[in-house]
């Protein structure tokens, strides 16, 4: 933001990207609003007819050529059969741009998993994100899914799953490990506190009535639902 969009010093630019991820939980659909909103720098010489100050394109292969992915930890065998064994069709649907969840993917080592005509990034749905109803339609036309009761949405994010079962979807919520314990000590109340802190008024809410079934981390998956193994 600040080498390409002209903003001048990193503190502001946090505080704009701050404010808009926070509406709509997506970097990408966040600054395109900011630009419309003229909250974005305008470059030196002012914009020539139709020029437009962000690109999403340019921010998803930024991000897949520079953030450290190492961040992720190491790929998890176990993590990756359970996926690549599973018969049913599985989509990825992320708010962040594309070139980054397919670098995502493929550092977690489920790009077969999730071929690139299964990923659907923020880029694939504008200016619709995430959890908002036009960009899941988008989705689901493009796999042919007519019925969204066919579908099963594993989430971390409660408005996403709130999202989700509202158009007829069947909900995982991953709720991070240590959260689907209610025991009011201090430990869980830490991992409640740091959940709030990355993704205000979207931490994770077990006893939210969107929420189907709830685990910990995907792993848990075929346990939770081996139904979607038979």
């Given at each position: 933001?600040?080498?390409?969009?002209?903003?001048?010093?990193?503190?502001?630019a946090?505080?704009?990207?701050?404010?808009?991820?926070?509406?709509?939980?997506?970097?990408?659909?966040?600054?395109?609003?900011?630009?419309?909103?003229?909250?974005?720098?305008?470059?030196?010489?002012?914009?020539?007819?139709?020029?437009?100050?962000?690109?999403?394109?340019?921010?998803?292969?930024?991000?897949?050529?520079?953030?450290d992915?190492?961040?992720?930890?190491?790929?998890d065998?176990?993590?990756?059969?359970?996926?690549?064994?599973?018969?049913?069709?599985?989509?990825?649907?992320?708010?962040?741009?594309?070139?980054?969840?397919l670098?995502?993917?493929?550092?977690?080592?489920?790009?077969?998993?999730?071929?690139?005509?299964?990923?659907?990034?923020?880029?694939?749905?504008?200016?619709?994100?995430?959890?908002?109803?036009?960009?899941?339609?988008?989705?689901?036309?493009?796999?042919?899914?007519?019925?969204?009761?066919?579908?099963?949405?594993?989430?971390?994010?409660?408005?996403?799953?709130?999202?989700?079962?509202?158009?007829?979807?069947?909900?995982?919520?991953?709720?991070?490990?240590?959260?689907?314990?209610?025991?009011?000590?201090?430990?869980?109340?830490?991992?409640?506190?740091a959940?709030?802190?990355?993704?205000?008024?979207?931490?994770?809410?077990?006893?939210?009535?969107?929420?189907?079934?709830?685990?910990?981390?995907?792993?848990?998956?075929?346990?939770?639902?081996?139904?979607?193994?038979?």
């Amino acid at each position: 933001m600040v080498d390409r969009l002209n903003f001048p010093d990193k503190e502001t630019a946090k505080l704009i990207r701050d404010e808009y991820f926070e509406r709509y939980h997506s970097t990408a659909k966040g600054l395109q609003i900011a630009e419309l909103e003229g909250r974005l720098p305008v470059p030196l010489g002012g914009l020539s007819k139709g020029q437009k100050i962000f690109d999403p394109e340019e921010l998803s292969v930024w991000w897949a050529e520079n953030l450290d992915f190492s961040l992720l930890g190491d790929i998890d065998p176990e993590l990756v059969h359970i996926l690549e064994t599973c018969p049913k069709k599985m989509i990825a649907f992320s708010n962040g741009p594309r070139a980054y969840v397919l670098r995502v993917l493929l550092e977690m080592g489920l790009s077969k998993v999730f071929p690139e005509e299964n990923v659907f990034s923020v880029n694939d749905v504008l200016p619709a994100c995430k959890p908002e109803p036009e960009a899941f339609e988008k989705v689901f036309e493009a796999i042919g899914v007519n019925d969204p009761s066919e579908c099963v949405m594993i989430e971390d994010s409660m408005k996403n799953i709130r999202a989700s079962k509202s158009l007829g979807m069947s909900t995982v919520l991953v709720a991070g490990r240590g959260r689907m314990t209610n025991t009011g000590n201090e430990y869980i109340s830490e991992l409640a506190n740091a959940a709030e802190a990355t993704k205000p008024g979207d931490a994770p809410d077990i006893n939210d009535d969107s929420v189907d079934i709830c685990i910990e981390v995907v792993k848990d998956l075929k346990k939770a639902l081996p139904g979607l193994w038979e």
